[in-house]
């Protein structure tokens, strides 16, 4: 157990629809990043919160948000859902803004568009 | 741009064998770091090993080492004595710039299948 939770592990849902992500950081750390992992497109970096701000943006659809709760939780949501959003999409924490290590990451939640 | 090239095929290593995964990175910062991931087939993904910019000497971690060669921006990752473990797809990654930016640019990944 890395100590990021993520949770749904598996999310089938249809086209056009929103679902939401969630993802609990490793005790301690401030950081949350989301990743997107697709087999055309390898890992993408979607977004970073730092203690509730959002600190760095990547490729992130203008379909899909995220925030970054005051107990350091944070969800990703996505919206009008297609079949290219199917991927699987990781959750990783940090200790600090700082990354002289790696990054703890979840055990991802696997969404598959239908 | 591509930030980081792996294009080595999917490898098979003899169990006890070394084998080295090549990664070239390609930036204009002076102050960067190397990283590689690990994914085995049940999805997560395990950081093994890091490298600073600055760094003067190679980073080694358990039976992990990056060679790292700075003038040809590559950092090649070298496991020693494989296991059947080690089955996995290997990532190479780079973080950009300075403090606060903690955003990394992955590779495509190589895979490797050790054999007993």
């Known amino acids: 157990d890395s100590g990021v939770t993520q949770t749904p592990k598996h999310l089938i849902t249809a086209t056009g629809q929103r679902v939401t992500l969630r993802c609990s950081p490793r005790s301690g750390d401030l950081s949350v990043y989301w990743y997107q992992q697709s087999l055309d497109q390898g890992l993408q970096f979607l977004i970073q919160y730092y203690n509730g701000e959002e600190r760095a943006k990547g490729n992130i659809l203008e379909r899909f948000s995220a925030q970054q709760f005051p107990d350091l939780h944070s969800e990703l949501n996505l919206s009008s859902l297609e079949l290219g959003d199917s991927a699987l999409y990781f959750c990783?924490?940090?200790?600090?803004?700082?990354?002289?290590?790696?990054?703890?990451f979840g055990s991802g939640t696997r969404l598959t568009v239908v | 741009a591509q930030k980081i090239t792996q294009t080595q095929p999917g490898m098979f290593v003899q169990e006890k064998e070394a084998v080295t995964l090549d990664c070239t990175y390609d930036t204009s910062d002076q102050s960067y770091g190397l990283f590689w991931y690990k994914q085995p087939s049940s999805g997560e993904m395990i950081f093994l090993i890091y490298q600073g910019s600055y760094d003067e000497q190679n980073a080694t971690e358990g039976r992990y080492s990056l060679n790292f060669q700075k003038a040809r921006k590559s950092a090649n990752l070298v496991i020693s004595a494989s296991q059947l473990g080690d089955s996995a797809m290997y990532f190479c990654a780079m973080r950009e710039g300075n403090y606060g930016n903690n955003r990394l640019a992955f590779g495509k990944g190589n895979q490797v299948v050790v054999i007993p």
């Open positions: 990783a924490s940090s200790p600090s803004s700082y990354l002289a290590d790696g990054y703890t």
